[in-house]
């Protein structure tokens, strides 16, 4: 692959997953940066390849409503039927 212009930048890891980072790069042979790189290149492109975007991080709160999400719709769907009406003045 091809190396493509890069940006220096700091971040800050917990030290357990730095840790862990950095043996499984040192266990593929590879450096920090690549293995940071590739596994970024890596979560990046699932969720592009997910249907849709992903649920914002405070949606997983409201996990519990999910089966509500289809009568939502419904509702939705009633609502926008009756605003489609148009109703004339005596």
Do not use: C, H, N, Y
């Not at 091809?2 to 499984?24: G, N, V, Y």
């Amino acid at each position: 692959m091809a190396m493509l212009p890069s940006m220096k930048t700091t971040i800050d890891i917990p030290d357990e997953l730095f840790r862990l980072a950095k043996a499984r790069a040192a266990m593929s042979g590879i450096s920090l940066r690549q293995f940071v790189t590739d596994t970024l290149r890596l979560k990046l492109e699932q969720e592009r390849a997910s249907d849709g975007p992903a649920d914002p991080p405070w949606m997983k709160g409201f996990g519990a409503l999910a089966e509500l999400r289809s009568e939502t719709a419904r509702i939705q769907r009633l609502v926008e039927a009756e605003f489609e009406q148009i109703e004339t003045e005596p």
